[in-house]
C-alpha cells in the first residue's frame, strides 16, 4: 500500500498566513471551533469528510484512518460534499479543487458563508501545482493548501493541526 496521497506545496504567503492564523484565533475565541483547539472539549470521535470526486482518494482515506479513531464521511461532488457539512457537522473537511456539480471554491465559499459550516477546517488537497490558486482558496478562506500526491504521514499530522486523532486500542 502506496503512502501517497499528496505533497505539501511549497509556496509561502505570509500575509495570508497571518490571516488564516488570526481567523483561527477568532474561532477559538468564539468557541466555534469543533473543541479541535481544546481536546478537552472534545466529546465525540472526531468525523473527517471527504469531498472529492476520485473514488480511490476517498477509500485510500478510509483504509489509511481506520487505525485511527476517526469517522470519515465521504462526498464524491462539491453540492453534495456541502450538504454533508451541514447535515453531519464534520470536524474537519478534506476538499478537492476540480469537482463536478460544485468547485472547490464553490463549496469553499458556501461553507464560509453558512454560520453553520463557517468555523469547520478545510484543507484543500489538489493535483493542480498553480500558486495563484493556492493563494485563492487561502484567501476564500481554506485552512491549508496541500497538493497531490502526499505522503500519508504529511497529511496526518496535518490533519492533527485541527483535530486529535488517537490510534484505536489494539
Not at 6 to 23: C, F, G, I, W, Y
Not at 114 to 132: F, K
Request: with cysteine.
Amino acid at each position: 500500500m502506496s503512502s501517497l496521497i499528496s505533497k505539501p506545496s511549497r509556496t509561502r504567503n505570509r500575509p495570508l498566513q497571518q490571516a488564516v492564523q488570526a481567523r483561527l484565533a477568532k474561532r477559538k475565541a468564539n468557541g466555534k471551533d469543533g473543541g479541535w483547539s481544546d481536546p478537552s472539549k472534545a466529546t465525540r470521535t472526531p468525523r473527517i469528510l471527504c469531498i472529492d470526486d476520485d473514488p480511490e482518494i476517498c477509500r485510500t482515506l478510509e483504509m489509511r484512518l481506520s487505525d485511527y479513531q476517526a469517522e470519515v464521511l465521504v462526498a464524491y461532488f462539491g453540492t453534495q460534499g456541502f450538504w454533508e457539512a451541514i447535515t453531519d457537522h464534520p470536524d474537519l473537511i478534506l476538499m478537492d479543487v476540480s469537482m463536478p456539480s460544485g468547485d472547490g471554491r464553490f463549496v469553499l465559499e458556501s461553507l464560509r458563508n453558512n454560520q453553520a459550516t463557517e468555523a469547520i477546517p478545510v484543507i484543500v488537497l489538489t493535483g493542480m501545482r498553480d500558486p495563484e490558486l493556492h493563494s485563492e482558496m487561502l484567501a476564500l478562506g481554506a485552512d491549508s493548501f496541500l497538493n497531490k500526491p502526499i505522503h500519508f504521514d504529511v497529511l496526518l499530522s496535518e490533519m492533527q493541526s485541527f483535530v486529535e486523532l488517537s490510534k484505536r486500542p489494539e
